[in-house]
């Protein structure tokens, strides 16, 4: 992914979301040649040249001030996480050790895998950097699959969303869940674009999937959070699951724990006890 080519994309694509009414400008004719505010009105409202941000939007951005940048999230009312976004594609710093990283394997910490198993009753598995699904303890693989059954290259959320016809039917809220994770992969692919496996990934999955090539041209980001869940399992049901994503602290800072919970007291509770008390032996596989 050239950044200059990423950057131009996603002003424009986040220029064209915006109308002059949603930035107390007037709209002058009925009839706009493109949609969302124009460059000159955009320029206006983060108080540059036209000039000047045009070359921005053609990707010329290594020598942008971070004022400029400034203003021109602003403009385009982008969130903090979609300010970072632009600040990596305009002034990239993937260093020699963050490259270095990049091609070794990421790794989860005895400790931490001590830790997953340690949480009994609460499903959780931690993503690191591609979504690659690294580790995860016996509720998490009751709840969403039997990752261990599964090849090495499959444990990877975007893989298991787009290529897994059942996830379809795990997932009750399937279309958020897809959006969800492109915005995080575009997040990534941001701060890593010089990643092969990334790079990988994503020409796999836009070749293979034609939902994840749409969404993934909308240039969409964020990061993981918390929220609700809708999961459909085959066994206990529908559940409705709270979700949370913590940042695990070390020397990896793309490593994502992921943890379910359930209201107490409500019907998913008690789905979750069921799964709970099963055997490891018989975990269920979603797919199946």
């Known amino acids: 992914m050239e950044p200059s080519a990423e950057l131009s994309e996603f002003l424009r694509s986040r220029r064209a979301r915006l109308k002059p009414q949603d930035v107390g400008l007037p709209e002058y004719g009925r009839h706009r040649r493109v949609p969302g505010l124009r460059r000159e009105e955009l320029a206006q409202l983060a108080g540059v040249s036209v000039a000047y941000y045009t070359r921005l939007e053609q990707g010329h951005g290594r020598n942008v001030s971070m004022e400029v940048l400034d203003a021109i999230a602003r403009a385009l009312r982008l969130s903090d996480t979609e300010r970072a976004h632009l600040t990596h594609l305009a002034k990239p710093t993937v260093k020699k050790r963050q490259r270095a990283a990049i091609a070794r394997p990421q790794r989860v910490r005895a400790s931490l895998t001590q830790l997953l198993d340690s949480m009994d009753g609460v499903p959780a598995f931690v993503l690191g950097r591609r979504l690659d699904i690294l580790a995860w303890n016996r ?11 599964w090849e090495p290259a499959e444990r990877n959320m975007p893989r298991m969303v787009f290529l897994d016809p059942n996830a379809r039917d795990l997932y009750v809220d399937w279309e958020h869940k897809a959006v969800e994770v492109v915005s995080v992969l575009r997040l990534y692919a941001g701060c890593y674009p010089d990643d092969p496996q990334l790079l990988a990934l994503v020409g796999e999955l836009s070749v293979r999937s034609e939902e994840f090539r749409s969404l993934w041209a909308a240039h969409t980001v964020t990061d993981k959070g918390h929220g609700t869940k809708r999961l459909r399992h085959p066994l206990v049901g529908e559940l409705t699951l709270s979700y949370e994503s913590l940042k695990v602290a070390g020397d990896d800072p793309d490593l994502v724990l992921v943890t379910y919970h359930a209201e107490p007291g409500t019907a998913s509770a008690d789905a979750l ?12 596989d979603v797919r199946e």
């Open 273 to 284: 006890r069921l799964l709970a008390g099963w055997g490891v032996d018989e975990t269920v």
């Open 139 to 149: 509720m998490a693989r009751a709840l969403l699959g039997d990752f261990a059954a």
